[in-house]
């Protein structure tokens, strides 16, 4: 299913104000010095800044089926009158899945969906509340107009204009947006918006989508990751210089949209309360620590260790060569001490790190200074979108500039294809020492 309809800016925010009479919308929204995916109102959406709308998160939308803290089950137990020792105990288990959609995330964003996917919906084990969740949310992605320097997705089988997670997918153009049908879930989305057909503006689509791509720095040769990462797993002192600076903060993990691991605790007296279920972070060094005092990732290697292998070698390893990296960059931009997983990659898989130009160059190459909207959304975002763009949230402050944002590379530079990731198991991957609580995944 592919069909393109053309909205302009106000069209746009005009069909999701009216969408909000019905579903929850989740947009980006600047607040302070971070832009998170929140809950919009449809007077926020009538009247909101387009620019302000599409800015890049800075963190992921994973909260849309994963929130930070959710109730399980609730639990009352009532003593017999007669018998104390007899309880009658009623559990209640509410799954709140209200109609969502999630817009403004971008292509890595919908593909971090995919990633999640599989844990939380495939084999034996289904999470009821994450499904009830991603049954209930339709993804309206928009087409990122050019990298930042901490984009990757070239690196793990993504481009800038992945339609994989999305059920819409919309690209910049002259004058307004084209919106790009996906799935039925956004066939159904659109039905009645009353958009203009697009077809006649594939061309300037395509156009965009090839200039995001080659904004990007290339990629890396990267085909035997999976076997080099899961070789790496017993060079304690590769970890330990890869780690040195690691303060354990868990920022890498709480804002990456595939990081799933959670915690369970329950709260209330033994006979009445509830059980809740909280993002948690392997980076942190009580994650794994076990009741009996033992704790099998007592160090910041053997934890970095766990979460690069988890990405590009365990994960790979179970499904079929998906990367459970996405590429978005944020633990990249996040890490109050810089550490790049994209040098630790690499370094595991040449014995070297690379080079990663961090500074935009004095001039873009042609194809991406031509490209339509390229360089409004993210490198300039004081400029303005067209001009039906209604009048700016007053409550929306601007936003901060990422460090050296949208860095295009040098005319030369083209985007390499994604590396294939190899679908044979690694031979020296242990696993028994790297198993987390039953309790988390
Ligand atoms: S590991 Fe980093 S770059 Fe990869 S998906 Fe998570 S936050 Fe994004
Ligand atoms: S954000 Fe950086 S310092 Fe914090 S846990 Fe992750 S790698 Fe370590």
């Not at 939380?120 to 009830?132: I, M, R, S, T, V």
């Not at 994989?164 to 918006?193: C, H, N, P, R, W």
């Not at 970095?304 to 390893?317: D, L, Q």
């Not at 198991?425 to 198993?435: F, L, N, V």
Request: net charge neutral; with cysteine.
């Amino acid at each position: 299913m592919s069909s393109l309809l053309f909205a302009t800016p106000k069209e746009l925010t005009g069909w999701l104000a009216g969408l909000a009479s019905g579903h929850r919308v989740l947009a980006p929204r600047q607040e302070g010095p971070s832009v998170v995916f929140r809950p919009r109102t449809a007077e926020e959406l009538a009247s909101a800044d387009i620019d302000a709308l599409l800015r890049r998160a800075t963190a992921s939308p994973k909260q849309a089926m994963l929130p930070q803290c959710e109730t399980l089950v609730t639990f009352k137990s009532v003593k017999d009158a007669e018998d104390p020792s007899k309880l009658t105990t009623t559990l209640e288990a509410p799954i709140e899945a209200e109609p969502t959609v999630l817009f403004g995330g971008r292509p890595c964003d919908a593909r971090g969906f995919v990633v999640l996917d599989r844990p939380y919906l495939e084999g034996k084990f289904k999470d009821p509340y994450y499904g009830a969740r991603r049954e209930a949310t339709t993804i309206v992605t928009q087409a990122c107009p050019s990298a930042f320097y901490s984009c990757f997705c070239n690196w793990v089988g993504g481009t800038p204009s992945d339609r994989e997670g999305s059920d819409i997918l919309f690209t910049a153009v002259e004058g307004g947006f084209v919106l790009e049908v996906v799935t039925e879930k956004g066939q159904a989305l659109v039905e009645g918006a009353g958009f203009a057909d697009a077809s006649d503006k594939a061309a300037e689509v395509e156009a965009a989508h090839a200039a995001a791509a080659a904004s990007l720095n290339p990629a890396p040769e990267l085909s035997h990751v999976m076997e080099k990462v899961a070789s790496r797993f017993t060079d304690t002192a590769f970890w330990d210089k890869e780690t040195v600076k690691c303060l354990s903060c868990g920022a890498c993990t709480y804002l990456c949209p595939t990081c799933q691991c959670f915690t369970i605790t329950d709260e209330g007296s033994q006979l009445d309360g509830r059980r809740l279920r909280s993002w948690d972070s392997c980076m942190t060094p009580l994650f794994t620590m076990e009741t009996s005092g033992h704790n099998p990732r007592p160090s910041k290697a053997d934890r970095m260790r766990n979460r690069v292998s988890h990405k590009f070698s365990f994960y790979p390893e179970r499904y079929n060569g998906f990367f459970s990296c996405v590429g978005c960059g944020r633990c990249v931009v996040s890490c109050p001490v810089s550490l790049d997983i994209r040098h630790m990659v690499q370094a595991a898989v040449e014995g070297a790190t690379i080079e990663i130009k961090d500074e935009a160059p004095a001039k873009a190459p042609a194809a991406v200074a031509e490209a339509p909207e390229a360089k409004v959304r993210e490198a300039a975002p004081e400029v303005k979108v067209p001009a039906e763009a209604a009048a700016p949230e007053p409550a929306v402050e601007a936003a901060p500039a990422e460090p050296a944002e949208a860095a295009a590379p040098a005319a030369a530079e083209k985007a390499a294809p994604a590396p294939k990731a190899q679908k044979s198991a690694p031979k020296t991957a242990p696993k028994s020492s790297t198993r987390s609580k039953a309790k988390k995944r």
